[in-house]
């Protein structure tokens, strides 16, 4: 008779022996594109929570849950823009401290402080670092797959070039252009393309909610009623009666409006919502035909 025990002792010893899958690497970005950035680089190997996803939520007035902290706490690595953007998240990561946790801080990264423009994903560059950092950090708590984290990094590095080269080819046709904008959410590019911006105090102050001066709400006025900027950019996610009435007047004076937002849109990827408000301004600032 075929003796079955050595077999089924054979299968157990294998079943023993052969590694466990491991679990995937517990990531929280305080914004979803950082979290767009960790998914298209970590690919299955990472679990990533994105705090701030709601495209109606201001980002500014943001404030965290229980379910945040709770997150913190599991996180291995943490993504935060930082430049008191996410001040929240800031405060919760002291809040919680957790052994082995690491934290990336876009904005230290990058050599910003407080007081400078926060909308940092806005130039490609610091998109890049961060990208970086993190699979430095990834590496780091789970050096097993070192090697995959490096090809995505490369990927997701290639897949910037076509945004680079809009950006180029912008700065080419556009340098010196005058446009306004109601918040400096777009800031960063539009020094990359070279976009001459008015109204930046008025811009200011409406990103930290602060009410513009009458010389500064004037002069805005000014500048969509005399025609003197090409077009105007605005927060989409921000809905201030005041700004909305300056989009108004823009429209009714002919000026074409471009909406930007600060929170990466639905079943969007950072490259797809840059390059897409990149074309409505494209589209906005060229000579019709």
Known sequence: MFNRIPL??????????APAFADPVKVVAAENF????????????????????????????????????????????????????????EKLLVAHPAPGRKEIVVGALVGHKPGDNPHLWYDPAYV??????????????????????????????DSLKPLDEKIAAMK???????????????????????????????????????????????????DLKGHKVKAMLYNAQASEPAVQRLVQMAKDNGIPVVGVSE???????????MLGQLDALDKALSPTQ
């Open 34 to 89: 950082y979290g767009d950035l960790a998914r298209q680089i970590g690919g299955d190997h990472v679990a990533v929570t994105s705090i701030l996803s709601n495209p109606d939520d201001d980002p500014h007035l943001f404030e965290a849950s229980p379910e945040t902290a709770k997150a913190l706490s599991d996180a291995k690595v943490v993504i935060v823009n930082g430049v008191d953007y996410d001040p929240w998240m």
């Open 128 to 157: 890049k670092a961060a990208a970086k950092a993190f699979v430095t950090a990834l590496a780091t708590v789970d050096p097993a797959n070192k090697a995959d984290y490096q090809q995505g990094l490369a990927k997701f590095d």
């Open 263 to 273: 929170t990466e849109p639905p079943n969007s990827t950072y490259q797809t919502w």
């Open 172 to 222: 080419k046709s556009f340098a010196g252009q005058p446009v306004t904008a109601s918040e400096p959410v777009f800031g960063y590019q539009a020094g990359l393309i070279g976009l001459k911006v008015h109204d930046e105090k008025f811009a200011l102050a409406v990103m930290n909610n602060a009410e513009p001066t009458p010389s500064e709400v004037a002069g805005f006025e000014n």
């Open 8 to 17: 089924i002792a054979a299968v157990a010893v294998c079943a023993l022996s």
